[in-house]
């Protein structure tokens, strides 16, 4: 059975999808970010204290491990989108959704302490969108825009992946 790999800007909801999704579908979930955490025994915002090319050439590794996996639910880190490598592997056994949110929204109930690229503020987050949201509509099978509820949410998905 195909992944549902699911991929989107900082704050888009990526982790509270893949849970509820994971709950809802009864399939087990991973979260990269976690899984990169705990092999290499290092937060995130450590690895970037080193040098941002430190953490991707990591991430890129943690993508093609977690991409042999089957019938999970994926939920990446937002720069996953960077590497062509990363989505190619990614895409090979998976379902990959693009979960658009309005920034505004976003701004709303971010968390910036864990993330680094949101060391200077969240508003970076307008920048970063401009410039990843091409490359997610690219990299993506199914575009859902997230500003409904998230039960209306969960189903559009669930209805786009039948
Ligand atoms: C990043 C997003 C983060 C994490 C790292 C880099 C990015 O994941 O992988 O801080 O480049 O957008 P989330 O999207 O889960 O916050």
Known sequence: MKNIVLIGIMGCGKTTVSLLLAEKLARPVIDIDEYLEKKYQMSIPEMFAISEAYFRERETICCQEVSKLNGYIISTGGGVIKNPENMK???E??????????I?????????SSRPLLKDGAEK???LYKERHQLYLDS???HIMNDVTIDEFINNIINCIK
């Open 89 to 91: 592997a990614l895409k």
């Open 140 to 142: 993506c099978d199914y």
């Open 104 to 112: 505004s929204m976003i701004l709303e109930d971010v968390e910036t």
């Open 93 to 102: 056994n998976g379902i990959v959704i693009y979960i658009d949110r309005p």
């Open 125 to 127: 987050l307008f920048d």
